[in-house]
């Protein structure tokens, strides 16, 4: 059977993180609003069943995060010292973890992790879509936008990212179960119509 997970993946820079963040809040107000008058676990879970919210997803975790938890170092360090085969070689456990042990969980992943094998198997796919450009505009728009270019190997060469980008593109597509435009849209709006489609 399929997991209850979400996934999502997108290029370098998009906010598949932010979005994760900001489906688990919604999750947090939702619940809360269906507290009122409800007294006991049992009957909260029931209510939470029957106003659908059970598909709502309370916990986010992120496959670069993990990954830098379990080598207690940093994604540019790893790709510094180890290369990038062995980082993806990390992206492989990790998601291999995710398959045999995590249910219920929104999941973001780094721009590369659309690739393993086992990808369907962990849960739905979403892709989160934006032009190139508009990837940058977000990134230079961000308080941290020089850690965030700088954390990121593969976005330090421009030409070299566009063309990462282009390959990319499609291969997000082909992999995606839903795709959801996220360029200049509102976050509220990318959470909404994400929880639309997953119903
Ligand atoms: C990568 C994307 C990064 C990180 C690593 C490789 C990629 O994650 O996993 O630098 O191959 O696109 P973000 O998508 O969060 O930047």
């Given amino acids: 059977m399929k997991k209850n997970n979400i996934i999502l993946i997108g290029f370098m820079g998009v906010g598949k ?9 919604e999750a947090e107000e939702d619940g809360k609003l269906e ?18 919210l059970a598909s709502h997803f309370q916990y986010a975790i992120d ?3 993990l ?8 994604i540019k360090k790893i790709f510094a010292v180890e ?8 992206e492989k456990k990790t998601a291999l973890w995710l398959e045999s042990s ?3 969980t929104i999941i973001s992943t780094g721009g590369g992790f659309y690739r393993q094998e086992n990808l369907k198997n962990i ?25 965030k270019l700088k954390k990121r190997p593969l976005l330090q060469n421009k030409k070299e990212a566009m063309k990462l980008y282009d390959t990319r593109v499609k291969e997000y597509e082909r992999v995606a179960d839903i795709i959801v435009d ?18």
């Fill in 83 to 90: 290369g990038e085969a062995y980082f993806r070689n990390l």
């Fill in 182 to 199: 996220v360029e200049n849209r509102d976050l509220k709006l990318i959470v909404k119509e994400i929880l639309g489609q997953i119903k």
């Fill in 63 to 65: 496959t670069d995060d």
């Fill in 123 to 147: 849960g739905t796919i979403i892709y989160l879509k934006s032009s190139f450009e508009g990837i940058l505009k977000r990134i230079k728009k961000a308080p941290n936008a020089k850690n």
């Fill in 35 to 52: 507290e009122v008058g409800i007294n006991s676990h049992f009957q909260e879970e029931e209510k939470l069943e029957e106003v659908g």
């Fill in 17 to 25: 993180g932010t979005v994760a963040r900001a489906m688990v809040k």
């Fill in 67 to 74: 990954i830098e938890s379990m080598e207690n170092r940093a």
């Fill in 102 to 104: 995590v249910d219920n």
